[in-house]
């Protein structure tokens, strides 16, 4: 069996005269950490956005191990296993932590349920949404308002609520846009946790974030892969320097 999660073959997307990808090709391997890096405008957001069905108006195919998912909305894309989370952060800020959870939770498992399964279900749910709070470091705040709480924290359970379907495939655009310095640490520790035995891909402008967590770096410009590496590699390449990382290094 193929060991490619995902893959993208001939994708272009096209905002009226602007071409926001043009031709990408890439494989992205199972199990395995990818960065996407670019200048601003590069196709990043729009490249995640056509894996996880939001843009659906393109050219070429996207695959799902193997299976052609081109034409997927969202919701049919999770039940490939693909989970994403935004820019900005997605959660219900009047509920406690754990109603959030408890509603994605519910969403999980949301098959008929007979009365006499209702124990055994209910007990399910307790169980994934403790699992989750253990491993966002939520278990603290479970009964806090959620939007009352500091934006690391919002971001920690906008990973919680994207985790618990038990997504094999993470895009996550950005997780660490607008988390204070103090909770910078504590957010990538738990990216770091959240990416084992997952593929993912992750857009972050935080260089020394997204090169400590990714295996492999893809950097895009103008809409196309320009090159792509180990982080060591990347730094190391000459045209990444000229177009992207010139001026910071
Ligand atoms: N819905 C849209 N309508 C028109 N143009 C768009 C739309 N979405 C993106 N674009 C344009 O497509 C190009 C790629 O945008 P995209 O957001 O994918 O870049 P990016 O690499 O994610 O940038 P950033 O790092 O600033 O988020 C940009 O020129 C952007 O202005």
Redesign the pocket.
């Known amino acids: 069996m193929s060991n490619i999660a995902l893959q993208c073959a001939n994708v272009s997307?096209s905002?009226?005269a602007?071409k926001?990808?043009d031709n990408v090709n890439y494989d992205f391997e199972a199990g395995r950490v990818y960065g996407l890096i670019?200048?601003?405008?590069?196709?990043?957001?729009?490249?995640?956005?056509v894996l996880a069905g939001r843009l659906l108006q393109h050219q070429g195919k996207v695959m799902c191990h193997g299976e052609d998912i081109s034409a997927l909305a969202p919701h049919l894309r999770a039940r490939h296993g693909i989970g994403r989370s935004f820019?900005i952060t997605k959660i219900y800020p009047e509920m406690t932590v754990i109603e959030n959870l408890r509603i994605a939770a519910q969403i999980k498992h949301s098959r008929f349920m007979p009365f006499w399964i209702a124990p055994r279900y209910d007990r399910r749910l307790a169980d994934d949404i403790d699992a989750m709070l253990k491993m966002t470091g939520l278990a603290a705040h479970r009964h806090d308002i959620a939007g009352a709480m500091s934006y690391g924290l919002q971001r920690a359970l906008e990973l919680g609520l994207t985790l618990l379907p038990g997504p094999r495939i993470l895009l996550l655009d950005?997780p660490l846009a607008g988390i204070g310095h103090q909770e910078i640490e504590a957010a990538t520790r738990l990216i770091q946790s959240a990416s084992a035995g997952r593929t993912v891909l992750l857009?972050e402008?935080n260089m020394d974030v997204i090169m400590s967590l990714s295996e492999q770096i893809v950097v895009?410009c103008n809409?196309s892969v320009i090159a792509q590496g180990t982080p060591e590699q990347v730094r190391a390449d000459a045209t990444v320097r000229s177009v992207y990382l010139g001026e910071d290094e």
């Open positions: 997307v905002f009226g602007l926001a990808i670019g200048p601003n405008g590069a196709g990043k957001t729009t490249l995640l956005n820019q950005e857009i402008h895009m809409g």
